[in-house]
């Protein structure tokens, strides 16, 4: 003989969940429908320079120069507003943070570069080496740029020794051309 489940026994065990979870649906609708009336912003109050309490459910216009307290629904306090920044204040302010952001981005950056150094070096014997491979061709440069300029000294002196022969005279267009050319090696 093969028994077939009850099926009013099986739909009872599943209509149980499905009713807790429409209870609940209709629960948190409710909920949210009972607060779509109401602010969720607080309650401003301050005291203006009169002496008197303001109260309102949006900053207070007179209050802008004085910290505001908002207030939760219970009257308990939930944070308090400071005062409008005059301009110098602002411009004080924003000075301040440019600075602040600056002085991060110039750690980062420091950061960056010993990272890239540690990354390009990673030990001081592979950056002694790149620094003397760098150095050797500023030292060759220098020595070549040495011995030209003995060599044009050297070139020089035979023109000069000439050109004191016409001291007081003008120079002979070659000599001239030549000394100039020297000059402008």
Known sequence: MVRTPNRRANGRRLAAPL??????????????????GRPTVGIYTCIDSQGRRL????????C????QHVLNRDGSLKTIHPPSL??????????????AFEARTALAEAVRRDRNLMARYPSENVHQRAREAALDTVRLAMK????????LSNERKPLLSEAEFYQGRTLPP???????ANDAS
């Open 86 to 99: 005059t301009a110098d204040e602002r411009a004080e302010r924003d000075a301040r943070e440019r600075r």
């Open 174 to 180: 070659k000599l001239k051309q030549q000394i100039d």
């Open 55 to 62: 109260t309102a459910d949006r900053p207070i216009p007179e």
């Open 19 to 36: 009713l807790l979870v429409a209870a609940l649906l209709c629960a948190s609708s409710a909920r949210a429908a009972d607060d779509l």
């Open 64 to 67: 802008s120069t004085k910290e």
């Open 144 to 151: 070549a740029t040495d011995s030209r300029l003995r060599e």
